[in-house]
């Protein structure tokens, strides 16, 4: 069973960059295609990255061209850039991987979570 650890949210202003960081420990890293999702309070969680089991990247409308999502194998760690920041940003981001095929924006897809890292943005 593979654990999940993010980590580098906090409190920023409009315009700031932040980049979180997801730990993995207890499994094949490089198997699984990762994911981040963010929950703001009310909400769903939504998809915000991913990156594929071929490694192709995919975003969500509202983040392309502001965050980029990457993958440290060696280090078992996928990092989310966030850069532009905008209030609506805020939310509880997580970090999820998934190893079979499947729709990669569907949170239900996912086969492990971490417990999130609060990112917070003010205007």
């Known amino acids: 069973q593979v654990q999940l650890v993010e980590s580098g949210g906090r409190l920023v202003q409009a315009g700031d960059s932040l980049r979180l960081s997801c730990v993995a420990s207890?499994?094949?890293?490089?198997?699984?295609?990762v994911g981040w999702f963010r929950q703001a309070p009310g909400k769903e969680r939504e998809f915000v990255a991913a990156?594929?089991?071929?490694?192709?990247?995919y975003y969500a409308d509202s983040v392309r061209g502001r965050f980029t999502i990457s993958r440290d194998n060696a280090k078992n760690t996928v990092y989310l850039q966030m850069n532009s920041l905008k209030p609506e940003d805020t939310a509880l981001y997580y970090c999820?991987?998934?190893?079979?095929?499947?729709?990669?924006?569907?949170?239900?897809?996912?086969?492990?979570w971490g417990l999130g890292t609060q990112v917070t943005v003010s205007s």
């Open positions: 990156l594929g089991w071929s490694g192709n990247p």
């Open positions: 999820a991987i998934v190893r079979l095929y499947g729709n990669i924006r569907i949170a239900n897809e996912y086969d492990s």
């Open positions: 207890g499994g094949t890293f490089s198997a699984y295609a």
